[in-house]
C-alpha cells in the first residue's frame, strides 16, 4: 500500500437537538470523544451539561432523534442535522478555528523489494512519508534527523510507535517536504545506511 494523496477537512462542530428544544431544556450531551475532547471551552461555559462519550458524533444525532430525547444534545457536523431531522441550536463550538482532519488516499501497488515504491512522475509531488527504526542506544535518532537535513529536506511532522514485544524499541513515521525528487531519493538513501528499517509509505501533493 501506498499513500497517493493527502486532503485536510476543515471540522465544524454545531449543537444539534430535537426541534423546539432549547438550550435550557438540556441535560446531557453526546459525541465521540475526539469530539468533546476538542469542545472544552464550550463545555466549561455550560456546566450544567454532561458531557457523555458516545461511539460516533452523527450516531449521537441519529440516537437523540430515534428515542425522542428532549433533554439530550449531539455535538456533530451539520449534516447530521439534516440526516436525521435535527435542528442546529449554536454553531461553531470547536475550540480552535484551525481545526482539521487530515486524510490520506491509500492505494495498493506492487513493489519491487520491500520498501521500495515506483518512482513518481508527476512534478507537482513534494511530500513523503516514511517509516524507519534506530538501534536503542543514545543519539540514533538525532542522526536520523541530521541525515533528512542533510538531504535537504523539511521534517514537518514526526511521531513514534513502540514495537510489540521489543520493549524501549519504536517506529518513528516522518513527513518530508521536498523541491525536487532528487531530495528525497537522497534521503531515503541515506536513512537505509543508518537504520534498521526504512519503508517510504508514499509521495504525493501536499495539501
Known sequence: MTCCLESLLRIRFNLIAMPGVQVGDLRQVLSHPVALAQCRKFLAEHRGLEAVPFYDTAGSV???M???LRDVAGIAPELAATEYGGEILLRGLEDHTQNFTRFHLIELVEAKRVGA???VADSTVN???VA???EHRPGTLVAALRLLVDAGVDLTKIESRPVPGRP???VFYVDVRFDNVARADEALAALRTHCGMVKELGRYRAA
Do not use: C, I, Q, R
Open 62 to 64: 441519529k440516537h437523540l
Open 66 to 68: 430515534t428515542a425522542g
Open 117 to 119: 515504491m515506483p518512482p
Open 127 to 129: 511530500k513523503m512519508s
Open 132 to 134: 524507519f527504526s534506530v
Open 168 to 170: 524501549w524499541e519504536y
